[in-house]
C-alpha cells in the first residue's frame, strides 16, 4: 500500500503542475483547514472521527464549485496528515492513561499514610502519659543528684588545687630533666672523642711497633749480608797471598756496625694526659649501663702515611759504610 501511494505521489505532483493555479490555492487551503483542526483538536480533546468529518465537509463545500480540479486533488496527504493525528491522539490519551494510573496511586498512598498517622497519634497519645508520669520521678531524682553534684564540686575544687601543685612540680621536674639530658649528651660527646683519641693513639703504636720489627729484620739481614762479604773477602785474599805472614783476623767488635737512625716520634705530653683520662672514664663507662661509644676504625690515610714514613726512612746499604784497608806487598 505504501508503495502504491509513493507511486502515486509523484503522478500527482506532474498533474498539479499541469493544472492551472487556481487548483494549487485550494489544496493549500485544504491542508491549512486540516492542520488548523488538528491543533484545535489536540487542545481540545475532540474525537478524531468528527475531525474527520469536518475536514471532508470543508472539502466538499471548497470543492463544489470546481469539481474537475477536486479530481486531481492529493488524497494521500490528506490521509497521511489524518494518521499522524490520529497517533498524536492516541499518545495523549496514553499519557492520560499513565497520569490517572499514577494519581490513583498517590491517592492510595495518602489513605494508608493518614491511617498509619491515625495510629501513630493514638500510640503517642499514650506515650505522652507514660512519659509525664517518667518526669515525675526523674524530677525527684534530679533533686537527690543536685546535693550529690554540690558535695562533687568541693571535692573537685580540693583536687583542682592539688592538680596545679602537682603541675608545678612536673614542670621543675621537666627542668631538671632536661640539664640532665643536656649534661649526659655532652659528656658522651666528650667520651666519643676521647675514645676516638686514644684508638689513633693506639693505632699510631701498633704502626710504630710494626715499624720497629721491620728495621730490626733488616738489620740482622744487613748484619748477615756483611759478615758474608766479609768472610769471602778474607778467603779470596789468603788465596793471592799465601807466602805472606798472617794477618790476624780482625774481632767482630773492631768492625764499626752501620748505624740506622730509627724515626723517633715524640708523643706530646697533652696527648698522654688525655689517654690517662680516657682510662679513667672507660672505668666509669661500666657502670653506665646505657651508654655505648661508637668505635670507629683507624683510617686508611694514617696507614698509607705510616708506609710512606717507613719507606723513607729505610737503613742505607752497605756501599755507604766505610770499610777497612789492606797493606799491599811491596
Not at 487542545?43 to 474527520?52: C, E, T
Not at 469539481?67 to 497521511?80: E, F, G, I, S, Y
Not at 710494626?210 to 758474608?228: D, N, P, V
Not at 779470596?236 to 805472614?245: G, I, K, M
Request: aromatic share 4%; proline share 5%.
Amino acid at each position: 500500500m505504501s508503495e502504491a501511494n509513493n507511486h502515486a505521489t509523484p503522478f500527482n505532483s506532474e498533474s498539479d503542475n499541469t493544472s492551472c493555479p487556481i487548483n494549487s490555492n485550494s489544496a493549500t487551503q485544504q491542508n491549512e483547514i486540516i492542520e488548523k483542526n488538528s491543533e484545535s483538536t489536540a487542545n481540545n480533546g475532540l474525537p478524531s472521527n468528527s475531525l474527520v468529518d469536518k475536514a471532508t465537509s470543508s472539502l466538499q463545500d471548497n470543492t463544489k464549485p470546481n469539481q474537475p480540479l477536486t479530481q486531481k486533488m492529493d488524497w494521500q496527504k490528506v490521509a497521511h496528515k489524518l494518521r499522524e493525528y490520529n497517533r498524536k491522539l492516541h499518545k495523549n490519551v496514553f499519557r492520560l492513561e499513565q497520569q490517572l494510573a499514577e494519581i490513583d496511586n498517590k491517592f492510595n498512598k495518602h489513605i494508608e499514610k493518614s491511617r498509619s498517622s491515625d495510629l501513630l497519634l493514638a500510640q503517642q497519645a499514650e506515650e505522652i502519659e507514660n512519659y509525664q508520669e517518667q518526669i515525675a520521678t526523674v524530677n525527684q531524682q534530679l533533686t537527690s543528684q543536685q546535693q550529690q553534684i554540690d558535695s562533687q564540686e568541693a571535692i573537685i575544687t580540693k583536687l583542682s588545687q592539688q592538680h596545679e601543685l602537682s603541675q608545678k612540680q612536673t614542670a621543675e621536674l621537666e627542668r631538671e630533666c632536661t640539664l640532665l639530658q643536656e649534661k649526659y649528651s655532652n659528656k658522651s660527646y666528650e667520651l666519643n672523642t676521647k675514645e676516638q683519641e686514644n684508638q689513633e693513639l693506639q693505632t699510631q703504636l701498633s704502626q710504630l711497633q710494626a715499624h720497629t720489627l721491620q728495621c730490626e729484620a733488616e738489620l740482622k739481614r744487613y748484619k748477615e749480608k756483611a759478615e758474608a762479604s766479609r768472610k769471602e773477602k778474607a778467603s779470596s785474599r789468603h788465596q793471592n797471598y799465601p807466602h805472606n805472614r798472617y794477618i790476624q783476623p780482625w774481632s767482630t767488635a773492631s768492625i764499626i756496625e752501620p748505624k740506622i737512625a730509627l724515626p723517633k716520634t715524640k708523643i706530646q705530653p697533652a696527648k698522654v694526659h688525655r689517654a690517662a683520662k680516657t682510662s679513667e672514664k672507660t672505668g666509669m663507662t661500666a657502670e653506665i649501663g646505657n651508654w655505648s661509644a661508637s668505635t670507629i676504625l683507624p683510617s686508611k690515610t694514617s696507614k698509607s702515611k705510616a708506609v710512606k714514613s717507613s719507606e723513607s726512612k729505610k737503613p742505607q746499604s752497605l756501599a755507604a759504610v766505610d770499610l777497612p784497608t789492606f797493606p799491599r806487598p811491596q
